[in-house]
């Protein structure tokens, strides 16, 4: 039987890698991350969060974004699931709807056509956001910024304004990330035995 894919979503400082390898060690599934975990990821990774990548547009952005999920997803999420290993990803498509799409401003259906496109239409069976105030996710960020880390406050309120939009579909669960790491971790938990049965 084909594994189930869950994803993990939010802005910088939100806590969902930590949650994301929990979860992932809870459900004995494979933890995976974007951009970055394909050979290849890691080299558009590198472009894409190096502060001194300032002039890159928008447009390449994004490119780079499918780049990396198309590779991703032929080379690691595919062949997991398909081997009946579950997934948990530290972001997926929505991510490239919330920050290309909403946060830099391109229309967010491209954005997501490109991403169903590089993903050949695949799509997680939940897709967890965990939802922080800016204010409070900014406290938990080291001093050194990454690019996407420091694009600045009103980039970042798009961005969570966009998932927000996005968590309306109906295999979304919203999770309130202000809490503890293990008290977060209850209610991701939680989310997925009530959404899939895991």
């Known amino acids: 039987m084909r594994g189930r894919f869950i994803a993990l979503e939010g802005g910088e400082g939100s806590g969902k890698s930590t949650q994301a390898k929990r979860l992932a060690t809870a459900l004995d599934a494979v933890a995976t991350f974007e951009p970055g975990d394909t050979s290849l990821g890691a080299a558009i990774r590198a472009v894409l969060l190096d502060p001194a990548t300032a002039l890159l547009d928008d447009r390449a952005e994004a490119l780079l974004m499918a780049a990396d999920r198309a590779q991703h997803v032929v080379q690691v999420i595919r062949p997991a699931l398909d081997s009946g290993r579950h997934v948990v990803c530290d972001r997926f498509s929505a991510s490239s709807i919330a920050y290309q799409g909403y946060g830099r401003g391109l229309a967010p ?86 959404r899939l049965e895991l």
Not at 153 to 177: M, Q, S
Request: proline fraction near 3%.
């Open 109 to 194: 259906e491209r954005v997501a056509e490109l991403s169903a496109w590089a993903t050949g239409g695949l799509e997680p069976d939940l897709t967890l956001l965990l939802d922080v105030p800016t204010e409070v996710a900014a406290t938990r960020l080291s001093t050194t910024l990454d690019r996407f880390e420091g694009a600045g406050e009103d980039f970042h309120r798009r961005v969570i304004e966009g998932y927000r939009i996005l968590a309306a579909h109906p295999a979304w669960v919203v999770i309130d990330g202000t809490g503890t790491i293990d008290e977060v971790a209850v209610a991701v938990r939680a989310a997925v035995r009530d």
